[in-house]
Nanobody
Framework: QVQLVESGGGLAQAGGSLRLSCAVR????????MGWFRQAPGQEREFVAAIEYTGGRTYYADSVKGRFTISRDNAKNTAYLQMNSLKPEDTALYYC??????????????????WGQGTQVTVSS
């Protein structure tokens, strides 16, 4: 089994920055990629970014490209989401996810097997 523990959410002003962390515990060797998703009240969970656990290739939603950076430190079994130039529309509950099956799809929640508990990000204008 794999457990994911997020941290780093909070309150930021528009234009500010936050960094989210996702600590991976358990069978880390079984992970193919890590992803970040977010969900605002009344909206569906949407893809933010993903990174291949071995090769490090990254993927981003158009809405965050150029502002957010996903990375991972395999030695620490931790994935990160650096969020810069934050906007009020970035306000949401952010979830870390892990793919244990090697799906080629990166942007669909159903292609991830493990999920963290979520961390709230609130951006004020």
């Amino acid at each position: 089994q794999v457990q994911l523990v997020e941290s780093g959410g909070g309150l930021a002003q528009a234009g500010g920055s936050l960094r989210l962390s996702c600590a991976v515990r358990g069978r880390t060797f079984s992970i193919y990629k890590m992803g970040w998703f977010r969900q605002a009240p009344g909206q569906e969970r949407e893809f933010v970014a993903a990174i291949e656990y071995t090769g490090g290739r990254t993927y981003y939603a158009d809405s965050v490209k150029g502002r957010f950076t996903i990375s991972r430190d395999n030695a620490k079994n931790t994935a990160y989401l650096q969020m810069n130039s934050l906007k009020p529309e970035d306000t949401a509950l952010y979830y870390c996810a892990a793919d244990g099956r090697g799906s080629v799809v990166v942007g669909t929640p159903g292609d991830y097997d493990y999920w963290g508990q979520g961390t709230q990000v609130t951006v004020s204008s």
